[in-house]
């Protein structure tokens, strides 16, 4: 038995409650094998529109309102999407007969638009409902209505756009700032080099630039051993840094890098402990230094030399790397700073040891990489141990120079090395045995000269130091894909060492060699970083000429410190008294002494007993003894005193013995008889 088919309608169901229409599902019903159990008298739907007119009567009769607020619609979205793929087709159509018969007219794009509205619901069928009911239902529908300038579009790409907006981030990133415009503008129209700044760091060269992950700090580090610190949101258009420690005492600072997470700081200076600091640029923690008696670096703790380079890990927050001159690379956690998690020696072509000058991770963490001193890159994979290489290339740069910086890029593909052999090369990681190309006659003085790839991969930039024919130094930007150089910058009258592009800020900052620090932003395409410094002026301090009539209270005033009140000032007096500097006494005349020499005494003991008995005459120490004797000899002749009075009646006349004779025996000798 055939049915009759009815079409299919959107909206609310209307309830045409008939005779016919009784009968027919009665014969519907009749027909056929039958049906088990009751036969529904109305759908579930039917019941639950009812329920709800009878409520909105009900408040109707109490509140005098009909209801509380509309209800929401409900959409059948694969009958929208059909639909809407339908709609799609019907408008590419139309566009191109349009293309081909070049006829196009407002009314055409009124229908196309009419055509694109289509997914949405259509009206309800229902025929009782007046004209502003129906208005209300347009009203009813959630979401605001796609703009006018995008009806006229391909629905498609309105589509593609609206899935990417929903898988971007909140507005901060490098391709939002670029838009889709950015496609058309050639290369150098993408730098941001509109506008400069300048921060004085000091008045040697800056080798170590970092850039918090937001975009919210600066920290800048020299060969003065200092490290500042800049926070944009704080700064004023002077361009002072808030606070300039040294953390490694007199070690000059190598380099600097932020943590992923951006609350932290790695600092690595020319001493053998690296430093891990907070944001503020307090110590959080000091790596451990290693016993420079032992040869095997692989038994020690930590490094024995100086450093020179290091980087956090780009997904693990707890894990570092550095590299030494010791030959070895240590990765280590912030957990434990007193031991090493894992050693890397890298080795020359014949098995003996080589210094790491440049260090690095890929930018999915999964790869160390190295630039050592006998010109080989050198890579490991970080899922493994670190005993064999995974990739490893000999001849990248000339040997015995320093590799100043290796760096991958965004997507991964390829890698860029700077050299002190004047050169700039650029690697495929899937072809890595001959570089895709070498930029040269790119000198440079630095072993932290570094180069990096732009946040869009389409370009490689370096800095370049001051030859003598040269005045200015530069700041170098290539094409990563056509090798072509596509502009330079020209910096300052000084050598360019350091260069970070941040994709956030879509900003470049530049350490020079005279101490200071450059920043490049466009005005449109930049965000915040140093555009909200510019616009801050220093705001002077008015002078109060106000007196304050309340009570200014001193610290001595205070029960602590408040010192003793003599009630009588006789005591006072007596200290005073007794104080030479209160009671002003003069100074003591000098009672003894004589050219120059002050003593109460002589050098001497006899001089010592002889000024102590109170004797008038005064004995000369420098005087010969002999002579002292001799003077008083033709007086004691005339008056004798002491010893002639004495034999004056037995001997009168003294006798003296003759020096002919010789002196006489003490004991007579024996004689034979």
Request: proline share 5%; aromatic share 6%.
């Amino acid at each position: 038995m055939s049915k009759k088919t009815k079409p299919i309608s959107f909206g609310k169901i209307s309830f045409n409650f008939t005779k016919g229409s009784l009968d027919e599902n009665k014969d519907e019903s009749t027909s056929g094998f039958g049906t088990f159990g009751r036969t529904p008298i109305q759908e579930q739907k039917d019941i639950e529109e009812i329920a709800d007119d009878l409520e909105s009567q009900h408040v109707h009769q109490v509140m005098g309102i009909r209801n509380f607020g509309k209800k929401a619609k409900n959409f059948n979205v694969e009958e929208m999407i059909e639909q809407a793929r339908k709609t799609a087709q019907e408008v590419n159509k139309k566009k191109t007969e349009e293309t081909l018969t070049g006829k196009s007219s407002d009314k055409k794009l009124d229908e196309q638009n009419d055509d694109i509205i289509g997914p949405l619901p259509p009206k309800s069928t229902v025929n009782d409902k007046t004209g502003d009911e129906s208005s209300d239902d347009d009203d009813d529908l959630i979401g605001p209505p796609i703009p006018s300038n995008l009806l006229a579009k391909d629905p498609d790409k309105v589509n593609t756009s609206d899935s990417k907006n929903d898988t971007k981030s909140d507005g901060d990133s490098y391709d939002e700032l670029s838009g889709s415009d950015d496609e058309d503008l050639s290369l150098e129209k993408r730098i941001p080099n509109t506008h400069e700044v300048e921060m004085r760091h000091g008045t040697k060269a800056v080798v170590a630039v970092a850039v918090d992950p937001s975009g919210a700090r600066l920290a800048t580090g020299s060969v003065d051993y200092d490290v500042s610190f800049w926070d944009f949101a704080g700064m004023d258009a002077s361009m002072r840094s808030f606070r300039t420690l040294q953390p490694c005492e007199n070690h000059p600072i190598k380099a600097l890098q932020y943590s992923a997470t951006g609350d932290s700081i790695l600092v690595v200076s020319g001493s053998a402990q690296a430093k891990v600091l907070d944001r503020d640029g307090f110590e959080v923690l000091e790596c451990v230094k290693g016993d420079q008696y032992i040869t095997d670096m692989a038994r020690t703790k930590g490094h024995t030399a100086t450093l020179n380079s290091g980087c956090w890990h780009p997904h693990i927050r707890e894990e570092f790397m550095t590299c030494s001159q010791d030959g070895t690379l240590r990765l280590w956690l912030t957990e434990n700073p007193k031991q090493h998690k894992h050693v890397i020696k890298p080795r020359q072509q014949g098995g003996l040891k080589t210094n790491p000058t440049s260090c690095a991770f890929s930018r999915d963490g999964n790869t160390v990489a190295c630039g050592c001193f006998d010109g080989s890159i050198q890579m490991w994979d970080h899922r493994k141990n670190f005993v064999n290489t995974t990739v490893i290339l000999r001849d990248a740069h000339q040997k015995q120079t320093e590799i100043s910086c290796i760096s991958f890029s965004y997507l991964g593909s390829n890698l860029v090395s700077r050299g002190n052999d004047d050169t700039l090369k650029i690697w495929d990681l899937r072809n890595f045995k001959k570089p895709l190309n070498v930029f040269g006659d790119l000198f440079s003085r630095y072993e932290q000269t570094d180069c990096s790839f732009s946040p869009d991969d389409s370009m490689v930039f370096t800095g370049e130091s001051l030859q003598r024919d040269q005045d200015v130094g530069r700041l170098r930007f290539f094409n990563a894909k056509t090798f072509e150089p596509v502009t330079d910058i020209e910096v300052t009258k000084s050598h360019v060492i350091k260069g970070v592009w941040h994709a956030k800020l879509n900003q470049i900052f530049v350490g020079c060699g005279n101490g200071i620090v450059k920043c490049y932003y466009d005005n449109k395409k930049s965000l915040r970083g140093a555009k909200l410094c510019i616009v801050k002026t220093h705001r002077k301090k008015q002078s109060m000429e106000v007196v304050s009539s309340q009570q200014i209270i001193t610290p001595h005033a205070l029960p602590l410190f408040r010192q003793e009140k003599l009630r009588t000032s006789k005591k006072k007096m007596e200290k005073d008294r007794l104080d030479p500097m209160k009671s002003r006494r003069p100074d003591l005349p000098i009672t003894s002494g004589q050219g120059g020499r002050v003593a109460a005494s002589g050098s001497t003991l006899s001089s010592f007993v002889i000024r102590n008995l109170g004797l008038s005459k005064r004995v000369d120490d420098d005087q010969d003894p002999r002579e002292a004797i001799l003077k008083y000899a033709k007086d004691a002749e005339e008056n004798p005193f002491w010893v002639a009075p004495a034999y004056k009646k037995t001997q009168p006349k003294p006798i003296f013995q003759d020096g002919e004779d010789g002196p006489s025996d003490a004991k007579k000798p024996k004689t034979d008889d």
